[in-house]
């Protein structure tokens, strides 16, 4: 009698993508790998609007155009973006969800970040999710990931002058002016206004501005980026 075995089990998704793992919860709020389930609703949400139609809060403006040419920029660039990632350039996007629908997305980015420890956030919000608190919320999970999780050193944004809500969210954190940047934009000069914010200031930050956040599959992440292993544990304001 001839003995037979099954076959290996196809590798779960985690095992050959680690950031697929990523979860950062606060409350009702949460931040999650954006996987294409997550993207086709994100699209379809940044075609419903992300601004008004006067105003332009990106250097490339990827917001102009019909909903389906909206739409697809997002897809493309979100393809793109996993296509390139590497422990030396890497840009990790993750979901806004809550109640199970998709709010907008939260990316954090860095270069050479094993020796630097310095990193990026960028974000946007669906036009109907502004203005209630979510991007402030959002920020400080991020930047909760960003030195909490991966041991960042230095966190960096920057804004447009004329965007007065992440300008707003960005000073009431505590990050500090760092120079400004004469742009084109849409054919025509802008100012970007650079910030930044150290791990000192970080820590110092006050309890109503450090809400509980938990961690999920951070570990995983960090040897998928080179990093030294860390203990990831719940941490509430302090």
Same mark, same amino acid.
Request: no cysteine; net charge negative; charged share 20%.
């Given at each position: 009698?001839?003995?037979?075995?099954?076959?290996?089990?196809?590798?779960?998704?985690?095992?050959?993508?680690?950031?697929?793992?990523?979860?950062?919860?606060?409350?009702?709020?949460?931040?999650?790998?954006?996987?294409?389930?997550?993207?086709?609703?994100?699209?379809?949400?940044?075609?419903?609007?992300?601004? &008004?139609?006067?105003?332009?809060?990106?250097?490339?403006?990827?917001?102009?155009?019909?909903?389906?040419?909206?739409?697809?920029?997002?897809?493309?660039?979100?393809?793109?973006?996993?296509?390139?990632?590497?422990?030396?350039?890497?840009?990790?996007?993750?979901?806004?969800?809550?109640?199970?629908?998709?709010?907008?997305?939260? &990316?954090?980015?860095?270069?050479?970040?094993?020796?630097?420890?310095?990193?990026?956030?960028?974000?946007?919000?669906?036009?109907?999710?502004?203005?209630?608190?979510?991007?402030?919320?959002?920020?400080?999970?991020?930047?909760?990931?960003?030195?909490?999780?991966?041991?960042?050193?230095?966190?960096?944004?920057?804004?447009?002058?004329?965007?007065?809500?992440?300008?707003?969210?960005?000073?009431?954190?505590?990050?500090?002016?760092?120079?400004?940047?004469?742009?084109?934009?849409?054919? &025509?000069?802008?100012?970007?206004?650079?910030?930044?914010?150290?791990?000192?200031?970080?820590?110092?930050?006050?309890?109503?501005?450090?809400?509980?956040?938990?961690?999920?599959?951070?570990?995983?992440?960090?040897?998928?980026?080179?990093?030294?292993?860390?203990?990831?544990?719940?941490?509430?304001?302090?």
């Amino acid at each position: 009698m001839t003995s037979t075995t099954d076959p290996d089990p196809t590798p779960a998704p985690h095992a050959l993508w680690p950031l697929t793992d990523v979860r950062v919860i606060s409350g009702d709020l949460e931040l999650r790998y954006l996987d294409d389930a997550l993207l086709f609703e994100l699209a379809e949400l940044a075609a419903a609007g992300v601004h &008004s139609p006067d105003a332009m809060p990106f250097t490339f403006p990827w917001t102009r155009g019909t909903p389906q040419e909206v739409a697809r920029s997002v897809l493309a660039y979100q393809w793109g973006v996993r296509s390139r990632l590497s422990p030396q350039d890497w840009t990790l996007e993750l979901a806004v969800v809550r109640d199970g629908r998709v709010l907008g997305v939260q &990316s954090v980015m860095a270069k050479d970040f094993t020796v630097a420890g310095a990193l990026e956030t960028g974000s946007w919000l669906g036009l109907r999710h502004q203005g209630a608190g979510v991007g402030t919320r959002m920020r400080l999970m991020i930047l909760h990931l960003a030195f909490e999780g991966l041991g960042a050193q230095v966190a960096t944004t920057s804004a447009f002058e004329d965007n007065p809500g992440s300008n707003g969210v960005t000073r009431k954190i505590g990050y500090l002016p760092n120079g400004r940047d004469a742009v084109a934009r849409e054919g &025509s000069p802008a100012v970007s206004q650079r910030y930044v914010l150290d791990r000192t200031a970080w820590d110092r930050r006050a309890e109503s501005l450090r809400p509980e956040v938990t961690l999920h599959g951070v570990e995983s992440v960090r040897t998928f980026l080179g990093l030294a292993p860390q203990v990831t544990t719940t941490t509430a304001a302090s």
